[in-house]
């Protein structure tokens, strides 16, 4: 078992407890957070995040195949317009 | 020349290599299989007996991922992290290179031959 499987998944613990409190009041109002490093755990399925990526926040729909990933994987940082001159 | 799980036809190597041109074997399956074949693993690969290929290729459709199940594999893994739009899938789709390489120089590999763009300053001018 490498190191960070004992660890466990990194999961912000006021996200988590915002989270849990969604989904008993069944509230899907997007929740706004700074922590890009949480881990999406199961739990998040089904839910709207703005995951702030140093300017903005980027609306991120959680979906069962991002479980395992991390939020700030889904709200890029850098932006690339293409180069000047571009192409005939 | 001996046949293995379908197309593959390792030539006259130790069994141990000879099985590595699977698609999917490496060094360490190779010499997995052959234990669990009870096969010598330096014994060629035209020395094989019939009986001791097939006894390989019921092992490798059993306990193995290989050829095109595993190509297939890999692509659907690449198409998943595409489809969820996360930072990784976008590298692919831009095909750089996924794993925070740098990009200023090199990742030729991912980014395949160079574009020379006119006006640009070379390497040796940014000295």
Known sequence: MSRSAKKGPYVDEKLFRKVQKAQQAGNNAPIKTWARA???????????????????????????????????????????????GGRK | MPRVAGVDIPNDKPTRIALRYIYGIGPKFAVEICRKAEIDPNIHAKNLTESELSAIGGILTNDYVIEGQLRRQVQQHIARLRDISCYRGFRHRRGLPVRGQRTKTNARTRKGPRKTVAGKKSVKEMR
Request: some cysteine; proline content about 4%.
């Open chain 1, 38 to 84: 949480c881990t999406i755990v199961p739990e998040f399925v089904g839910l709207t995040f703005m995951v702030h990526n140093g300017k903005v926040f980027a609306k991120v729909f959680v979906t069962e195949d991002m479980v395992g990933h991390k939020l700030g994987e889904f709200s890029p940082t850098r932006m690339f317009r293409s180069h000047s």
